[in-house]
């Protein structure tokens, strides 16, 4: 897209008040880091990062069938949500492999509501439609324009957000929501996030999006809250191990290639792509996305070859240096007789082979 055909959130002012770099990403004029990506990434592994994540995808699902729906286009098991509470999922192909990953938040019997990643949301939302009939009564809408996406995330997120809402946020468990006013406005409260540390994700009005993010700003000066990009979003959730869509999986790979296999709940009935993750269940994976760890010198990154025996046998799906481990790491597809902790492996760097070695995941786990 061209500079003037990209749009902005309703927070483009407060990056631009902030010295962020602004980039393309998915469609929008994006804040890739501020101060720089390492120190924003260590600040919210001890302290408190906000996230402008306004460009996500938000759909509603409505109507007296809405879960038949959500069962039938998705791996996880819906019917176990009670309101309030979200899951992470899979949103399938009848392939079994990928459209996109997503959250699925119940609010009651006929409403639950999607969040889905940004490059993908009008894909999802006309592949979610195509399945609609079929579905008698069940509505599927586009809300994305209606909402403003604020994440804060870092062990002293609870603190600071607290400060402006009288919702004890410490009775959230993780992946429970409500929904209460913050900084005055109404709001979706969400604990979930992508960083692999504890905090929160907060859905507003667009009009609010900027009077709030300014009151989180100064309700964690003293906590050291520093806002944060996409930079330091991506190198966070890699250390978790959280998949990123497009690199990590796509519409290539299943669930259980991808080791999530605990978000497929084959047992409950029929959706899409179910006959195939049976089977494949049963004959077992050929391929399995593993982390891996760089001895030699070099950065693995996206694309770049894995190999063993002389022979290419994988690819590197993510890799950085991780800012929290000060190593050199990577996740990429291998064959399941490679995937075993420990094994040796090389990664193709401009033409020169570097040893590595798989290890495991995740990288980093945050203290209870």
Same mark, same amino acid.
């Not at 907060?202 to 944060?228: C, E, F, Q």
């Not at 990664?347 to 290890?359: F, H, K, L, W």
């Given at each position: 897209?061209?500079?003037?055909?990209?749009?902005?959130?309703?927070?483009?002012?407060?990056?631009?008040?902030?010295?962020?770099?602004?980039?393309?990403?998915?469609? #929008?004029?994006?804040?890739?880091?501020?101060?720089?990506?390492?120190?924003?990434?260590?600040?919210?592994?001890?302290?408190?990062?906000?996230?402008?994540?306004?460009?996500?995808?938000?759909?509603?699902?409505?109507?007296?069938?809405?879960?038949?729906?959500?069962? #039938?286009?998705?791996?996880?098991?819906?019917?176990?949500?009670?309101?309030?509470?979200?899951?992470?999922?899979?949103?399938?192909?009848?392939?079994?492999?990928?459209?996109?990953?997503?959250?699925?938040?119940?609010?009651?019997?006929?409403?639950?509501?999607?969040?889905?990643?940004?490059?993908?949301?009008?894909?999802?939302?006309?592949?979610?439609?195509?399945?609609?009939?079929? #579905?008698?009564?069940?509505?599927?809408?586009?809300?994305?324009?209606?909402?403003?996406?604020?994440?804060?995330?870092?062990?002293?997120?609870?603190?600071?957000?607290?400060?402006?809402?009288?919702?004890?946020?410490?009775?959230?468990?993780?992946?429970?929501?409500?929904?209460?006013?913050?900084?005055?406005?109404?709001?979706?409260?969400?604990?979930?996030?992508?960083?692999?540390?504890?905090?929160?994700?907060?859905?507003?009005?667009?009009?609010?999006?900027?009077?709030?993010?300014?009151?989180?700003?100064?309700?964690?000066?003293?906590?050291?809250?520093?806002?944060?990009?996409?930079?330091?979003?991506?190198?966070?959730?890699?250390?978790?191990?959280?998949?990123?869509?497009?690199?990590?999986?796509?519409?290539? +790979?299943?669930?259980?290639?991808?080791?999530?296999?605990?978000?497929?709940?084959?047992?409950?009935?029929?959706?899409?792509?179910?006959?195939?993750?049976?089977?494949?269940?049963?004959?077992?994976? +050929?391929?399995?996305?593993?982390?891996?760890?760089?001895?030699?010198?070099?950065?693995?990154?996206?694309?770049?070859?894995?190999?063993?025996?002389?022979?290419?046998?994988?690819?590197? +799906?993510?890799?950085?240096?991780?800012?929290?481990?000060?190593?050199?790491?990577?996740?990429?597809?291998?064959?399941?007789?490679?995937?075993?902790?420990?094994?040796?492996?090389?990664?193709?760097?401009?033409?020169?082979?570097?040893?590595?070695?798989?290890?495991? +995941?995740?990288?980093?786990?945050?203290?209870?």
């Amino acid at each position: 897209m061209t500079a003037e055909n990209l749009k902005r959130t309703p927070l483009y002012e407060c990056h631009v008040e902030a010295g962020a770099k602004m980039v393309p990403f998915a469609g #929008f004029e994006m804040p890739v880091q501020y101060l720089g990506v390492i120190e924003e990434h260590r600040t919210v592994r001890t302290a408190v990062g906000l996230f402008d994540v306004s460009h996500m995808g938000e759909i509603d699902v409505t109507g007296a069938r809405a879960l038949d729906f959500i069962q #039938f286009v998705t791996c996880n098991d819906a019917s176990k949500l009670v309101p309030g509470r979200a899951h992470y999922s899979g949103l399938m192909t009848p392939r079994g492999t990928f459209v996109d990953d997503l959250l699925v938040h119940k609010f009651s019997d006929d409403h639950y509501f999607l969040v889905v990643n940004a490059a993908n949301k009008d894909k999802d939302y006309a592949y979610l439609c195509a399945q609609v009939p079929g #579905f008698e009564g069940v509505s599927v809408r586009d809300r994305s324009d209606d909402w403003a996406q604020i994440a804060i995330q870092g062990p002293r997120a609870l603190e600071v957000t607290q400060k402006l809402t009288s919702v004890p946020l410490a009775d959230i468990k993780y992946y429970r929501f409500v929904e209460g006013e913050i900084d005055g406005v109404g709001a979706i409260i969400a604990r979930t996030g992508y960083t692999g540390e504890d905090g929160f994700e907060v859905y507003v009005a667009p009009a609010a999006a900027a009077p709030l993010w300014r009151s989180l700003m100064s309700a964690g000066a003293d906590a050291g809250i520093a806002p944060t990009g996409l930079g330091a979003r991506d190198t966070l959730r890699f250390e978790a191990c959280m998949p990123l869509y497009g690199n990590d999986i796509d519409d290539t +790979t299943t669930p259980l290639d991808a080791g999530l296999d605990w978000i497929v709940k084959l047992d409950k009935g029929g959706f899409l792509g179910r006959d195939l993750l049976v089977r494949q269940r049963e004959q077992g994976i +050929t391929r399995k996305l593993v982390g891996f760890e760089m001895k030699g010198r070099g950065i693995a990154r996206h694309g770049y070859p894995i190999v063993s025996g002389g022979a290419e046998v994988g690819v590197v +799906t993510s890799g950085t240096h991780s800012p929290t481990l000060e190593k050199a790491l990577g996740m990429g597809y291998v064959p399941v007789a490679l995937a075993a902790v420990g094994t040796p492996i090389e990664i193709e760097i401009r033409g020169q082979r570097v040893a590595a070695e798989v290890a495991g +995941t995740p990288f980093y786990r945050r203290a209870k």
